[in-house]
């Protein structure tokens, strides 16, 4: 007979672990289940995350993994969640190695992946070094430094106009958005050099870059470059299971309640595949009150 938990956690990162550990702390049965891609697999370091200011994100999910297992209930399973599909009394979940398991209730913490754009080869290669795509997780880092914002798409001015905190900005339209006049007065006022000529080329050996050449050969000294990358659900599991998904600003969401319940009844999500607003403590903070919600749905169904 398949064994069934309270409660399966999918995704093994800051909000997966945040969730399962309100459940242990409940004393509940907790499978999670983790396939070892988080997102931030590619920083060095995490930053202004409380308490863990500067610690690689391996270390902090490896300590916290560690932290959770001490509890009885718990139980973690490395692999890759495949399918999610709704059962009597819950919902299973295969693995890709055919490994099948089943909760009561499920939190998808499965995260999300960024895009960038393929026109310009050696994102790839820089990324999270020099090619980063939130100040307020790296750009103390880069202070001072030369700095470019690469337009993705129109919301782009918004990152144009943060960036100056931080250091002397270029602002490339790359042919996307073409300011308006008020636009670029509010850039004029922060210092931003706003230029229209697109980029063709990243210079300097990666990881690192000390400018870009443009179409039209012009280079241009850069040391670190921003960009609002475009993002993808890690996983199809809300799909499969009928979550209903909003298009947000960058990529697709899943459509959460205050209390991090999709529109799935006892289906729960968690981290950045849950808003558009991501970091480590919002993922953390979400994956809280999932854990937090999907205990209290066991004892008060609706």
């Known amino acids: 007979m398949q064994e069934q938990y309270d409660v399966i956690v999918v995704g093994g990162s ?9 459940l242990a702390r409940a004393r509940r049965r907790v499978q999670l289940i983790d396939a070892g891609k988080p997102r931030n697999r590619f920083a060095s370091h995490a930053h202004g995350f409380f308490g863990q200011d500067g610690v690689p994100p391996s270390e902090i999910v490896a300590s916290a993994t560690r932290q959770l297992l001490k ?7 490395k692999g890759e969640a495949k399918r999610a599909y709704s059962v009597a009394g ?13 909760a009561r209730r499920l939190i998808l913490a499965t995260g999300i992946q960024d895009k960038l754009p393929e026109a310009l080869p050696g994102l790839a290669a820089r990324w999270g070094i020099s090619v980063l795509h939130c100040p307020y997780c790296h750009g103390y880092e880069v202070g001072d430094r030369r700095l470019g914002v690469l337009a993705t798409h129109p919301n782009s001015i918004h990152q144009a106009l943060l960036i ?9 339209t790359q042919g996307i958005v073409e300011p308006s006049e008020q636009d670029a007065a509010l850039l004029q006022a922060r210092g931003v050099t706003i230029e229209s000529t697109p980029v063709a080329e990243i210079l300097g050996e990666a990881p690192a870059m000390n400018a870009v050449r443009l179409v039209d050969g012009r280079e241009v000294p850069i040391d670190a470059l921003f ?32 209390w991090k319940e999709t529109s799935v009844p006892g289906v729960f999500a968690a981290g950045d595949v849950s808003t558009a607003m991501t970091n480590a403590t919002f993922a953390s903070a979400s994956g809280v009150m999932a854990g937090v919600a999907a205990h209290r749905s066991l004892i008060f169904p609706t």
């Open 71 to 77: 509890y009885p209930t718990v139980s973690l399973v």
């Open 90 to 102: 819950g919902f299973r979940v295969e693995l890709a190695d055919g490994a099948t398991q089943e």
């Open 14 to 22: 800051f909000a997966g672990l945040s969730a399962a550990m309100q």
């Open 164 to 172: 100056p905190d931080w250091g002397p900005t270029t602002w490339f």
């Open 227 to 258: 960009v609002g990358a475009r993002t993808e659900m890690a996983s199809d599991l809300a799909g499969q299971l009928g979550c209903a998904i909003d298009e947000g600003p960058f990529g697709q969401v899943i459509r959460v309640d205050e």
